[in-house]
């Protein structure tokens, strides 16, 4: 039987549906049937499936973005954050951006292999590749499966430049390769940090590491020679901005250098999924909240318009934007980080059957 098919007890996850996603012809609806008591039903656990690549980097030319390639080790997260703007992209998969995002992950075992291939093209030309800007690599299922160590490992070797983005504290595992590319110039990390409330935090991101333990992570990377930003993304209006200052000083307290922000967006079946979410927890500002983010982008849930979809437009927008400003000021971290040096790449020897001769 399908677990379509099934109705489950669910634990310890954000998402309150699992409804089809946008390019499914049918959609499925548990009902409750009264023969099993809800105490009695089976727990939704999370199922990982394997995909073998033909390729692993993925190029954008987003003019608001900062990188113009990425890997993705993981399809869905784990981490289940009901924000994500990455949860459309399961319906490609012909999955559920709700529940089956946090709960239905791929994993690419032969990610890093496929990578070395890629790098060793005599086509490839460096530029820095950013890892973590749709799902995470330091999700849980990367305990077991080390596909992230492996890639590091390629990059390391290949002397190439990464920019990582993660919420997992399982980044110490790597601090002795992030250690030597930091040295080298090769590598930079952003710490998300949503809250410092960690009841709130449990409540948007329920496996994901609690605040106090991402600023240990933010510790442990400065202290080992790591370059740290400590970005306060996404910003919830009037639910998390309050805090926004507290996040960038507990941030540059725990050795963050730079610093960044980006207010909530609400892509595809994300609105749906937070409005949902906003109800159940906090229906005393549901209606504020989504008035604030409809003001920002011109009445609508959200404005997909490069160079707005980050931030938004209007007095909110601008407030927020001129109290980072006024905060990173203050806190020291509105320093340029200098770019990444690509002069050190060398590319991986590709595979042939014939011996070199020298």
Not at 135 to 148: A, F, K, L, V
Not at 167 to 172: M, N, P, R, S, W
Not at 340 to 350: G, K, Q
């Amino acid at each position: 039987m399908d677990r379509e098919d099934r109705r489950f007890r669910v634990v310890g996850r954000a998402a309150g549906s699992n409804h089809a996603g946008r390019f499914e012809r049918h959609a499925r609806v548990q009902v409750d049937d009264g023969w099993t008591p809800e105490d009695d039903l089976p727990v939704l656990r999370t199922h990982t499936a394997i995909e073998v690549p033909r390729k692993v980097i993925t190029y954008n030319t987003s003019p608001d973005l900062p990188f113009d390639r990425s890997i993705n080790p993981y399809r869905g997260c784990e981490h289940g954050c009901v924000y994500c703007f990455a949860r459309p992209s399961h319906a490609y998969l012909g999955l559920s951006p709700g529940l089956d995002f946090e709960t239905r992950l791929v994993a690419r075992p032969e990610a890093p292999s496929v990578l070395k291939r890629e790098l060793a093209a005599k086509s490839y030309r460096v530029a820095p590749i950013a890892i973590g800007t749709n799902t995470d690599p330091y999700q849980p299922i990367e305990r077991e499966h080390g596909i992230m160590r492996a890639c590091l490992e390629v990059l390391s070797d290949a002397g190439h430049p990464v920019a990582i983005v993660t919420k997992g504290a399982l980044i110490e595992r790597d601090l002795d390769i992030l250690s030597d590319m930091a040295a080298r110039e090769l590598v930079r990390v952003g710490i998300s940090v949503t809250t410092l409330d960690a009841r709130l935090s449990r409540l948007m991101e329920p496996r994901a590491p609690a605040p106090q333990r991402r600023l240990r992570v933010i510790r442990a990377l400065s202290d080992a020679g790591v370059p740290v930003r400590i970005m306060a993304s996404p910003l919830i209006p009037a639910l998390t901005d309050p805090e926004l200052e507290a996040i960038l000083a507990a941030g540059r307290d725990a050795g963050a250098r730079h610093a960044s922000w980006i207010m909530l967006r609400l892509p595809r079946e994300v609105s749906p999924l937070v409005q949902d979410w906003l109800a159940t927890h906090y229906p005393d500002r549901a209606d504020r909240i989504m008035a604030r983010l409809r003001e920002m982008h011109g009445g609508k849930e959200y404005d997909a318009t490069w160079h707005r979809r980050m931030r938004g437009e209007g007095p909110y927008a601008e407030i927020i934007a001129r109290r980072f400003d006024v905060a990173i000021r203050r806190l020291g971290l509105d320093l340029r980080s200098g770019p990444m040096r690509c002069d050190l790449f060398r590319p991986p020897s590709r595979d042939t059957a014939q011996l070199s001769l020298f």
